[in-house]
């Protein structure tokens, strides 16, 4: 049933914490990728070479956008994030601990027996997830529903989901898309990881998402792209985000399956395989392990 569309009160979103050094949500992506590389190695999961394409994104919206505070994961004003590409939980979780969420030393448990830190994310027993998933395409939809919410309620907090490139071959995506626009829920945003790669094959060979810009632009959508590997842009099309338009806000971020390890980059293979032995090692090597 589609729900009618309400008068609700343009809201102003609520500004992020105080900013943080530049180079330090740069130094914040490599220690991501490092416990990514590890925590996948220990437990046998796979998935590396899509938590390396947002591993810069992840860094930016913790290290300097959202408005959360690991002291309070459930303060009623928070930020709400959702990654809805759950097969990437492990970097949720690493960024997660080193920005003081949990220690990092649970880390170790990831995908092992007893621990609560699976392969897909999970907000079971881990501070700071707001939401479980792993099927692609739900996250967005209850990404708008807690917007929609918010703005029922006129709070101040704001919404943002993401993506990966895949899941915009779902239905569910696209009827949410829809829902959003219709309800002008600008306190919405979403980061597409549009690194072009499947979990089987290329985007493009797969079901092709160009022209992507206008698509979401036809929506309803205010879209921008970006590098989501330079912080530096991410940091200002992020800020953008909170001016009042009207509209949701669907950042087009650029990236590179693999990012940062050079046998990885742009790989298929590197969706399910794990990193073993001697490719493990290169790996850290290449990420800037201190004891390479």
Request: overall charge negative; proline content about 4%; some cysteine.
């Amino acid at each position: 049933m589609t729900v009618p569309k309400r008068s609700v009160a343009r809201l102003t979103a609520a500004t992020p914490f105080t900013p943080v050094d530049p180079d330090y949500t740069i130094e914040l992506a490599q220690r991501v990728r490092l416990h990514a590389l590890k925590m996948t190695n220990s437990g046998g999961s796979s998935h590396i070479g899509s938590i390396l394409s947002c591993a810069d994104i992840l860094a930016v919206l913790y290290g300097s956008f959202l408005r959360v505070d690991p002291k309070r994961p459930d303060w009623p004003e928070r930020d709400r994030f959702i990654l809805s590409k759950g097969h990437a939980g492990a970097g949720v979780y690493a960024v997660l601990a080193e920005q003081g969420f949990f220690p990092v030393s649970r880390l170790a448990g990831h995908c092992q027996d007893g621990s609560d830190l699976s392969g897909h994310v999970s907000h079971k027993n881990v501070p700071g997830v707001e939401f479980s998933t792993g099927s692609l395409g739900h996250g967005l939809p209850v990404g708008v529903g807690m917007a929609y919410a918010g703005k029922l309620d006129r709070a101040r907090h704001r919404v943002v989901v993401l993506m990966s490139d895949g899941e915009c071959d779902e239905g569910t995506t696209w009827e949410s898309a829809l829902f959003a626009a219709h309800h002008e829920l600008e306190n919405l945003v979403v980061i597409v990881d549009y690194n072009k790669v499947q979990s089987l094959g290329f985007v493009a060979d797969t079901l092709g998402l160009e022209p992507f810009v206008q698509k979401w632009e036809a929506f309803g959508w205010k879209v921008v792209e970006t590098d989501g590997h330079d912080h530096t842009q991410l940091r200002t099309v992020l800020a953008q985000t909170s001016a009042a338009t009207g509209k949701p806000t669907c950042v087009i971020a650029h990236t590179v399956k693999g990012r940062g390890v050079s046998f990885m980059e742009h790989s298929v293979l590197w969706h399910y395989r794990t990193a073993r032995n001697d490719e493990y090692e290169q790996a850290r090597k290449e990420l800037g392990a201190n004891d390479a």
